[in-house]
């Protein structure tokens, strides 16, 4: 069998994680509240722990977002130090460092 040529791997694609998270995070509310008017109906069919697993939903993705929004400024303040060290002096060294 001939083996096929290797390509480079394509570089990671950029989302809006905090977005995607938050409408998630929405969406397990919404459903709490949905819920949450029949929960008589749904103890009375052995279902009465959905409306808290909608809200566990929606606390977790509270610790989501709360993780997205750090790593999302942790990768901006990544990429400014990254610049900034780019535009360093022709010795290498950051001006702020220098000695006169």
Known sequence: MPKT???PSPPPLEAN???????GTV????????LLP???????HGHGT???ICLS?????LIGLWYCRARRDAIARSRTAEA???TADDNGQDPATQSD
């Open 84 to 86: 900034a060290g780019r």
């Open 57 to 61: 939903g929606g606390l977790l993705g």
């Open 5 to 7: 040529p290797l390509h």
């Open 50 to 52: 959905w409306p808290w």
């Open 27 to 34: 969406l397990w509310f919404v459903a709490f509240l949905a």
């Open 38 to 44: 029949f929960q008589g109906t749904l103890s009375e």
């Open 17 to 23: 994680d905090v977005a995607i998270v938050g409408g």
